[in-house]
């Protein structure tokens, strides 16, 4: 069923932490009931709202990690592309500072 995606170890972890972030934010809503928050976002935001701003920033900052992967070696003069796992711990950090200022 899934033969079309490549499952790295990273996509992996990826969906795992996605996975366990939204159990965890539903027994985080069940047992404590979020209150609309203003951070800098420019708008009120409950945890709900800032997880899925978190994550399609996420998301987004490692296709752009993957995109540029090829450049950063070039610009960089590295033997090999950066590693994913770079990618991946930039965009867990934007998504808990969105998370937690946001």
């Given at each position: 069923?899934?033969?079309?995606?490549?499952?790295?170890?990273?996509?992996?972890?990826?969906?795992?932490?996605?996975?366990?972030?939204?159990?965890?934010?539903?027994?985080?809503?069940?047992?404590?009931?979020?209150?609309?928050?203003?951070?800098?976002?420019?708008?009120?935001?409950t945890r709900?709202?800032?997880?899925?701003?978190?994550?399609?920033?996420?998301?987004?900052?490692?296709?752009?990690?993957?995109?540029?992967?090829?450049?950063?070696?070039?610009?960089?003069?590295?033997?090999?592309?950066?590693?994913?796992?770079?990618?991946?711990?930039?965009?867990?950090?934007?998504?808990?500072?969105?998370?937690?200022k946001?």
């Open positions: 069923m899934f033969n079309w995606m490549v499952w790295t170890t990273p996509v992996a972890v990826f969906f795992i932490c996605i996975a366990f972030m939204l159990v965890g934010m539903t027994v985080w809503e069940l047992k404590s009931p979020t209150t609309m928050r203003r951070g800098w976002l420019p708008i009120d935001t709900g709202d800032r997880l899925f701003i978190g994550l399609l920033s996420a998301a987004y900052i490692n296709l752009a990690f993957v995109g540029l992967a090829g450049k950063f070696q070039e610009w960089m003069s590295l033997e090999a592309e950066p590693s994913i796992w770079i990618g991946f711990v930039i965009s867990m950090l934007a998504l808990g500072l969105v998370m937690r946001g």
